[in-house]
């Protein structure tokens, strides 16, 4: 499980990609991941992580479930990274 803010945990296994929701200035990204997002909670699978806090990152996971955070998408990726999933 990667804590991805204010008490929200994600299932690592499930994740399909994480990424900034402010991309470059030029780039149609931004716009496609707000069409993602706006799409997501049309279709009630929206899990919103941020709590009123601004939204830096989207998870997006195997089931076609959209969560928002408001942790930055390396603060995540790096807990994937450093996550032990091992059994001890």
Do not use: C, W
């Not at 499980?1 to 399909?16: E, P, R």
């Not at 706006?38 to 997006?60: C, P, Q, V």
């Not at 479930?65 to 059994?87: C, H």
């Amino acid at each position: 499980m990667i804590h991805v803010g204010h008490g929200g945990y994600v299932n690592k296994s499930l994740i399909v990609a994480v990424s900034n929701l402010h991309s470059q200035v030029g780039t149609n990204t931004s716009a496609f991941l707000r069409r993602l997002i706006n799409d997501a909670e049309d279709t009630k699978r929206l899990i919103d992580y941020t709590f009123g806090h601004k939204t830096k990152s989207i998870i997006i996971l195997t089931s076609g479930q959209v969560v928002l955070s408001s942790l930055s998408s390396s603060t995540i990726t790096s807990r994937m990274k450093y996550s032990d999933t091992s059994p001890k």
